[in-house]
């Protein structure tokens, strides 16, 4: 047994050595690098090796060459760099995205030991541009986009703007990654639901989602459900769209060729998610023509969403919680504080108005913390009412001890009796005490002069 775990890992380095393709995939972690890098690789070989190769046949060959020849591989980066910085003048491509096929082409180099002066090599990048000043879109702009007519969208728009999530989360998401969170109150209200990102990948964190976004989330598998659909918790959230009934949901005529059946759901991807959001951008009238000699616009789709979230939730909550519910790497922060779920609930339920597009359902949740804070009053008011009642009923039982007390030892003596009331509304001769009379000597031994003393007549 031994000897064929030996013989497998022997089996693999060969084919590593054939397939240089596949150390350089092992270095890629997260599903967005995994998604983007391989097609700047692709970028970096076509520029001195067939572009109409594939990928891994271009990889075996650079790496055939470089491997022997360090000043050949120089060579070729050089070439190349001084390439992409002639298309940046021509306005083609962004200073950035040369760093972009730059951090690729060296990726593959150190997964497969090619050592080159790459200190020498980054002398000719482009400076480094700052940063982009898109901006995030506006709740005017949201709300507009939440007309576009696919049953879809609002679904969609309100988890990623309440979650941060990049595009990709999709490719995971399943109905049971999304986990509803109840009031501690009555245990029926939603106040906020748990979102798993990328769930069974390295990369797999949480964050969450609110009120609004679950509820739509909710409404939007009682519809597949409500049409026949098996729903259960293996079922992608975001489907492709399915014939239904005229009456239940107007189709929409400009993509009738892509609905499909019911019983037979398939999967939405983070691409097709991507392209439904610019084609409700297009549609909706939100993104003006760029002016000349411009290639960004005022806020990026996708990008957006996050950058919304990004922006609200920083109102109200730590940076560095932000951050993790974005789902980045927040370097040594990450190895000595981990704050637990309940704390990072508790952080975000401030940011939930922030994060609420419509402003009924912000007005709904804001009653509904007064209702609860009126209960919370009633709570207090109820046990403090509660202990003075206890309090005046211990003093009352107090009170009818010592009057009992004090009762029975004047009547042990012989010479005191009880008086009873002689009332003339008393028909029926029922003895009602009215007193207890004292034996004269004691009635007239109480006599004297109760003399409040003062600084001038201590006694008297």
């Not at 070439?79 to 972009?100: A, C, D, H, L, P």
């Not at 980054?122 to 949201?142: C, F, H, M, V, Y």
């Not at 009682?222 to 918790?233: D, K, L, N, P, V």
């Amino acid at each position: 047994m031994e000897d064929e775990h030996i013989l497998i890992l022997h089996d693999r380095e060969e084919e590593d050595k054939k397939n240089p393709y596949s150390s350089f995939m092992y270095g890629l972690k997260a599903p967005e690098t995994r998604r983007q890098w391989p097609a700047r690789l692709k970028k970096f070989f076509d520029f001195g090796i067939n572009p109409k190769l594939d990928l891994q046949k271009q990889a075996a060959i650079f790496y055939e060459k470089a491997s022997s020849n360090e000043k050949w591989a120089i060579f070729y980066i050089e070439k190349f760099i001084e390439f992409q910085k002639g298309r940046v003048v021509k306005r083609e491509i962004e200073s950035t995205t040369i760093r972009n096929y730059y951090k690729a082409a060296k990726l593959f180099c150190d997964m497969n030991d090619i050592t080159l002066n790459w200190k020498r090599l980054s002398k000719g990048l482009p400076k480094q541009k700052q940063a982009s000043n898109d901006r995030a879109p506006t709740i005017e702009e949201i709300k507009k986009l939440m007309d576009y007519p696919d049953k879809r969208i609002k679904p969609i728009l309100l988890t990623m703007l309440s979650s941060g999530i990049r595009k990709e989360a999709w490719d995971y998401l399943k109905w049971k990654h999304i986990v509803p969170i109840f009031s501690s109150h009555d245990n029926i209200t939603i106040i906020a639901a748990k979102i798993i990102v990328y769930a069974g990948d390295n990369e797999e964190y949480f964050s969450f989602i609110t009120p609004e976004a679950y509820t739509l989330l909710k409404e939007w598998m009682e519809f597949r459900s409500f049409h026949g659909e098996q729903i259960s918790g293996n079922s992608w959230v975001m489907r492709n769209l399915f014939t239904v009934s005229e009456r239940t949901w107007k189709r929409d005529p400009n993509h009738s060729n892509y609905l499909g059946d019911i019983n037979e759901p398939v999967k939405l991807s983070s691409d097709g998610v991507k392209s439904m959001i610019e084609r409700a951008i297009h549609a909706q009238g939100l993104w003006s023509p760029l002016k000349e000699g411009s290639r960004r616009r005022e806020w990026k789709g996708m990008h957006g969403f996050r950058k919304f979230f990004k922006t609200q939730a920083e109102h109200v909550m730590k940076s560095l919680h932000v951050e993790m519910m974005l789902g980045h790497n927040t370097g040594l922060a990450k190895n000595y504080y981990r704050p637990s779920e309940r704390e990072l609930l508790e952080e975000y339920m401030k940011a939930i108005d922030h994060l609420t597009i419509n402003e009924e359902n912000r007005l709904s949740k804001q009653v509904q913390e007064l209702k609860e804070k009126n209960q919370d009053s009633e709570y207090v008011i109820k046990g403090k009412l509660q202990e003075k009642e206890e309090q005046i009923k211990k003093l009352q039982e107090s009170v009818s001890f010592l009057s009992d007390k004090f009762n029975a030892f004047l009547l042990s003596q012989p010479e005191n009796k009880i008086i009873y009331r002689e009332d003339e509304d008393n028909k029926n001769n029922d003895k009602i005490v009215k007193g207890i009379e004292l034996e004269p000597e004691l009635n007239n031994k109480a006599r004297g002069e109760v003399v409040i003393p003062s600084s001038n007549n201590k006694k008297k």
